[in-house]
């Protein structure tokens, strides 16, 4: 195969746990404090927003304690260092990729460091509680919530991933269980499409079998060492 041009990259918990992150999936995560209905649902905010905000609240500000590790730092100089196009989409909703220096980086579930206004739908930096019902600094109402993709809401630029994909010579999976749609089909659009297809993961994922290659192994050591292989020019 010739030398990749167009890169996707996605994201997932894994790449975000060796920096303290808790993973939703592992023993002790944070969907074993609390039922996904009532946490990660439009219908759970209705029913109990406070509880809602609390759960985030923590998040937010437990993000704001941890640092980027080196998968972050290796595909930060990717970024800076690839002539191709790139896109890092991820499904974290921790800033650490921007963190590390990584720019051409999608959101695809939205940012903790974010607050959506139900009202104007503007979106706005955020840094702070929204227990306490602050008001949108664009329309002034007391509508604000986490700007994150809820189960049941659809996923953030979606027409954008799919028209990189569609361009993709390299996917690269990083992180990420295999179980959690839409994401989880990208490795197959793109293969359909194309493309070749890495997965860099602690485990094989639910959608191995789809991908060229996969590599097992911490994040923090796969990256470093495929950005190094894949910056390196073929003698």
């Known amino acids: 195969m010739s030398e990749p041009r167009n890169i996707v990259v996605l994201t997932g918990a894994g790449i975000s746990a060796e920096s303290g992150i808790d993973t939703f999936r592992d023993a002790g995560g944070l969907w074993e404090q609390h039922r996904v209905e009532d946490v990660a649902t439009p219908e759970g905010f209705a029913r109990d927003p406070e509880l809602v905000q609390?759960?985030?609240?923590?998040?937010?500000?437990?993000?704001?304690?941890?640092?980027?590790?080196?998968?972050?730092?290796?595909?930060?100089?990717?970024?800076?260092?690839?002539?191709?196009?790139?896109?890092?989409?991820?499904?974290?909703?921790?800033?650490?990729?921007?963190?590390?220096?990584?720019?051409?980086?999608?959101?695809?579930?939205?940012?903790?460091?974010?607050?959506?206004?139900?009202?104007?739908?503007?979106?706005?930096?955020?840094?702070?509680?929204l227990l306490d019902q602050p008001a949108c600094p664009g329309c002034g109402a007391q509508a604000l919530r986490p700007d994150v993709v809820w189960f049941g809401e659809m996923p953030y630029q979606m027409e954008r991933i799919y028209a990189h994909l569609r361009r993709a010579d390299l996917f690269v999976s990083i992180g990420t269980s295999g179980a959690v749609y839409p994401a989880a089909g990208f490795v197959r659009d793109a293969r359909e499409l194309g493309a070749r297809t890495l997965e860099l993961n602690l485990e094989r994922s639910e959608g191995s079998y789809w991908f060229n290659e996969s590599r097992q192994g911490r994040a923090s050591e796969l990256v470093p060492e495929w950005v190094k292989e894949i910056l390196t020019p073929s003698v």
């Open 54 to 129: 609390r759960f985030y609240d923590a998040r937010r500000e437990a993000v704001q304690r941890v640092s980027p590790n080196p998968a972050h730092e290796a595909l930060a100089k990717l970024d800076a260092e690839w002539e191709g196009e790139l896109l890092i989409v991820t499904q974290n909703v921790d800033d650490l990729h921007e963190r590390a220096g990584a720019r051409r980086v999608l959101h695809m579930h939205g940012e903790l460091l974010s607050a959506l206004c139900a009202r104007c739908e503007a979106r706005h930096s955020w840094s702070e509680t």
